[in-house]
């Protein structure tokens, strides 16, 4: 079976041939083709997968290739994680956003739609690519705004695109561990839009133990979620948000956080990664030992300026092992093999939630099979949650619109309406920002 990676010189590329590594039996990946438009970088992390498999029988053969068309040919799974402009492109996104006062984080608020509206172009182009190369081929999207972009590769390629985000693996997991319960038996109620979600039920045994963590302030405490957010909120809200909600609860702090930072996320990124490429060129050193050192210092300083602002201190060593590739394969083996499950994933709502249509993409708990992902119907969200919800996804659309017609007056309109810009001058002003600096949003005229 072969599995296509596009953005196959991406940092965390390793950390989803390393799950590959595990798997095995019958169905399970034999190729693996790294695509890129960056050689350099390809060469560099197959190196590391290299180191990876070196004692590993019968591992999935790696190769490489800078032409799309190449890679996708044949493909039974095509895995999208790309990153349209790099980070450096994430660092203005960033700064643009911060120097008129509003967040600039990748997938929220105007960075996330600045990305969004220079990603769904060659989204939208690779999806038409694989529905004329690779037909039959299921595609994984990671790339951000990943609820966003898989709506847009959705429209040419139907149910057969599929989202994945580690966030709420990861927050059902802190959960089910303060609770004392195995997160694989646990069914957990969670239901929004991508980095939108909360969860709102944890059912092991057919009963809901979330009530005993809302009732609990010490067990409250003891997580990541209960750091950032604070017992007396989330008892408020009578559910647990994803973590990324922080951006919403607590805006101000937040944006004031980042304007204080030695650096953005992004730039902070950017320049890790560029150190670690260049290490790597050297031939004498041990690619993976470098590779290794350089994510545990990239997990432990995830949202280290919204920890920062709750006083939440370290991230949790549990916490440091991420779980999106974990997803991946779970999703491709429940396709491949036909082994039934269920996953939170980034999916079409036919009807899951009723304020939305059934082409929006949500996220919520999916059955899994050969025939792909079939979203489990959800109770309504709280007013306040729907109301999120449905701004965010008619800001989603406009960037979709816009991104469509190339029409800059759109563009505006996305910009203005988010709850976290919320004005139309700040919104013209964050236009000419970003087209001043990203190349790949010189189509907005």
């Given at each position: 079976?072969?599995?296509?990676i596009?953005?196959?010189?991406?940092?965390?590329?390793?950390?989803?041939?390393?799950?590959?590594?595990?798997?095995?039996?019958?169905?399970?990946?034999?190729?693996?083709?790294?695509?890129?438009?960056?050689?350099?970088r390809?060469?560099?992390v197959?190196?590391?997968?290299?180191?990876?498999?070196?004692?590993?029988?019968?591992?999935?053969?790696?190769?490489?290739?800078?032409?799309?068309?190449?890679?996708?040919?044949?493909?039974?799974?095509?895995?999208?994680?790309?990153?349209?402009?790099?980070?450096?492109?994430?660092?203005?996104?960033?700064?643009?956003?911060?120097?008129?006062?509003v967040?600039?984080?990748?997938t929220?608020?105007?960075?996330?739609?600045?990305?969004?509206?220079?990603?769904?172009?060659?989204?939208?182009?690779?999806?038409?690519?694989?529905?004329?190369?690779a037909?039959?081929a299921?595609v994984?999207?990671?790339?951000?705004?990943?609820g966003?972009?898989?709506?847009?590769?959705?429209?040419?390629?139907?149910?057969?695109?599929?989202?994945?985000?580690?966030?709420?693996?990861?927050?059902?997991?802190?959960?089910?561990?303060?609770?004392?319960?195995?997160?694989?038996?646990?069914?957990?109620?969670?239901?929004?839009?991508?980095?939108?979600?909360?969860?709102?039920?944890?059912?092991?045994?057919?009963?809901?133990?979330?009530?005993?963590?809302?009732?609990?302030?010490?067990?409250?405490?003891?997580?990541?979620e209960?750091?950032?957010?604070?017992?007396?909120?989330?008892?408020s809200?009578?559910?647990?948000?994803?973590?990324?909600?922080?951006?919403?609860?607590?805006?101000?702090?937040a944006?004031?956080?980042?304007?204080?930072?030695?650096?953005?996320r992004?730039?902070?990124?950017?320049?890790q990664?560029a150190?670690?490429?260049?290490q790597?060129?050297?031939?004498g050193?041990?690619?993976?030992?470098?590779w290794?050192?350089?994510r545990?210092?990239?997990?432990a300083?995830?949202?280290a300026?919204?920890?920062?602002?709750?006083?939440?201190?370290?991230r949790?060593?549990?916490?440091?092992?991420?779980?999106?590739?974990k997803?991946?394969?779970?999703?491709m083996?429940?396709?491949?093999r036909?082994?039934?499950?269920?996953?939170?994933?980034?999916?079409?709502?036919?009807?899951?939630?009723?304020?939305?249509?059934?082409?929006?993409?949500?996220?919520?708990?999916c059955?899994?099979?050969?025939?792909?992902?079939?979203?489990?119907t959800?109770d309504?969200?709280?007013?306040?949650?729907?109301?999120?919800?449905?701004?965010?996804?008619a800001?989603?659309?406009e960037?979709?619109?816009?991104?469509?017609?190339?029409?800059?007056?759109?563009?505006?309109k996305?910009?203005?309406?988010?709850?976290?810009?919320?004005?139309?001058?700040?919104?013209?002003?964050?236009?000419e920002?970003?087209?001043?600096?990203?190349?790949?949003?010189?189509?907005?005229?």
């Amino acid at each position: 079976m072969k599995l296509t990676i596009l953005g196959g010189g991406g940092f965390r590329v390793p950390l989803v041939y390393g799950a590959l590594l595990t798997d095995r039996g019958e169905g399970r990946v034999t190729e693996v083709v790294l695509h890129d438009l960056d050689d350099s970088r390809l060469q560099a992390v197959a190196r590391v997968l290299a180191e990876q498999a070196s004692t590993v029988d019968d591992a999935p053969t790696v190769t490489v290739s800078t032409s799309l068309d190449e890679a996708l040919r044949g493909a039974d799974f095509v895995f999208s994680a790309i990153r349209v402009g790099g980070l450096e492109g994430r660092a203005n996104d960033e700064r643009v956003a911060l120097d008129e006062g509003v967040l600039g984080q990748e997938t929220v608020g105007a960075g996330g739609i600045a990305y969004g509206l220079r990603t769904v172009p060659v989204a939208v182009d690779i999806a038409q690519r694989v529905a004329r190369l690779a037909p039959d081929a299921w595609v994984i999207n990671f790339t951000n705004p990943a609820g966003l972009v898989t709506e847009a590769m959705s429209r040419h390629l139907g149910d057969r695109v599929i989202g994945i985000c580690d966030s709420p693996v990861g927050l059902g997991r802190r959960i089910a561990r303060v609770l004392g319960a195995d997160p694989r038996e646990a069914w957990i109620d969670y239901v929004g839009l991508n980095h939108l979600g909360w969860v709102r039920g944890l059912r092991v045994a057919g009963r809901d133990e979330l009530p005993r963590l809302l009732a609990d302030p010490g067990l409250l405490g003891s997580f990541e979620e209960g750091k950032l957010f604070g017992a007396d909120w989330l008892r408020s809200l009578g559910a647990i948000p994803n973590e990324y909600l922080h951006y919403y609860y607590f805006n101000r702090e937040a944006v004031r956080a980042y304007q204080q930072a030695e650096k953005t996320r992004g730039a902070f990124l950017r320049d890790q990664q560029a150190h670690f490429y260049q290490q790597v060129r050297d031939p004498g050193v041990q690619a993976l030992d470098v590779w290794n050192r350089t994510r545990a210092e990239r997990e432990a300083t995830y949202m280290a300026e919204n920890r920062e602002t709750a006083g939440a201190g370290e991230r949790d060593a549990d916490d440091l092992s991420g779980g999106y590739e974990k997803v991946a394969l779970a999703l491709m083996r429940a396709i491949a093999r036909d082994e039934r499950t269920t996953l939170i994933l980034n999916v079409r709502n036919r009807g899951t939630l009723s304020v939305l249509d059934g082409d929006a993409v949500i996220e919520v708990p999916c059955f899994v099979d050969a025939n792909g992902a079939h979203p489990v119907t959800v109770d309504p969200l709280p007013d306040h949650a729907t109301g999120l919800v449905c701004v965010v996804k008619a800001v989603e659309r406009e960037v979709l619109a816009a991104a469509e017609s190339g029409s800059r007056a759109t563009a505006v309109k996305a910009f203005a309406l988010h709850p976290l810009v919320d004005s139309v001058n700040v919104a013209r002003r964050l236009v000419e920002g970003y087209t001043a600096v990203h190349p790949g949003l010189a189509y907005l005229t």
